[in-house]
């Protein structure tokens, strides 16, 4: 089945403790994608990736890193993450950035 | 930077009543596609169109793509409970990116 695959579904953390949240597609896409989900405010993309090797900001990328080292895997990580942070994140992928997006299921992050 | 204002925010109406949300970009878009969230999911992909004036039905729904490909619209007929959720518009931009409407959110009256 086609379907993009995010890890953990929920997750609550403490200030400043680094956590991954990794995305995986078995579709060969090779645009993914990061977005965060906040009540009222739609979504809002963190990073992209065009390709392997090549990840590029958003409109939120501050707080959030991501690599790209295989086309299928597309981690994003909080290096010190705070409560603004608390929100739920997507990862999305596509054949091409403007091409349809698969949703992964989401992961509702909280930090206390 | 480029927009896609999507109205309204929210739409209350009796099961059985149709609904509809517009899309308005400041630029021309390459496309535009339509997804659906329902609630404590995640968005779902329901169709793209791309060309000039295009018009899409599924069932109950029907997309438009206006002329100047800068305004989309979602119809819903004969709402069902089945239809509630959240309704985004997403325009592809001239980056090769979406840009994301903020959302519809059909709730059903009881």
């Known amino acids: 089945e086609a379907q993009v695959t995010q890890n953990p579904r929920y997750l609550i953390t403490v200030t400043g403790k680094k956590l991954t949240v990794t995305c995986s597609q078995n579709?060969?896409?090779?645009?993914m994608s990061w977005y965060r989900q906040d009540p009222g405010l739609g979504l809002r993309q963190i990073y992209y990736?065009?390709?392997?090797?090549?990840?590029d900001k958003g409109d939120v990328p501050e707080g959030y890193k991501v690599s790209r080292k295989e086309k299928r895997n597309f981690p994003l990580i909080l290096e010190s993450p705070s409560p603004n942070q608390t929100s739920l994140y997507f990862c999305?992928?596509?054949?091409?950035?403007?091409?349809?997006?698969?949703f992964g299921s989401g992961t509702r992050l909280t930090v206390v | 930077g480029q927009q896609v204002m999507q109205i309204p925010q929210y739409q209350h109406v009796q099961e059985g009543e149709d609904f509809t949300t517009y899309c308005n970009s400041s630029?021309?878009?390459?496309?535009i596609q339509w997804y659906k969230q329902r609630p404590g999911g995640h968005p779902v992909f329901l169709i793209q169109?791309?060309?000039s004036g295009e018009v899409k039905k599924q069932k109950r729904l029907t997309f438009q793509f206006g002329e100047a490909k800068k305004n989309s619209s979602l119809h819903i007929t004969a709402t069902q409970t089945t239809d509630v959720g959240t309704y985004f518009c997403?325009?592809?931009?001239?980056?090769?990116?979406?840009?994301w409407g903020a959302g519809t959110k059909l709730i059903i009256k009881p």
């Open positions: 999305a992928s596509s054949m091409e950035g403007t091409y349809g997006y698969t």
């Open positions: 579709m060969n896409h090779e645009y």
């Open positions: 990736s065009m390709n392997v090797e090549v990840t």
């Open positions: 630029t021309t878009l390459s496309n």
């Open positions: 169109l791309v060309k």
């Open positions: 997403a325009g592809g931009g001239s980056n090769y990116q979406l840009i």
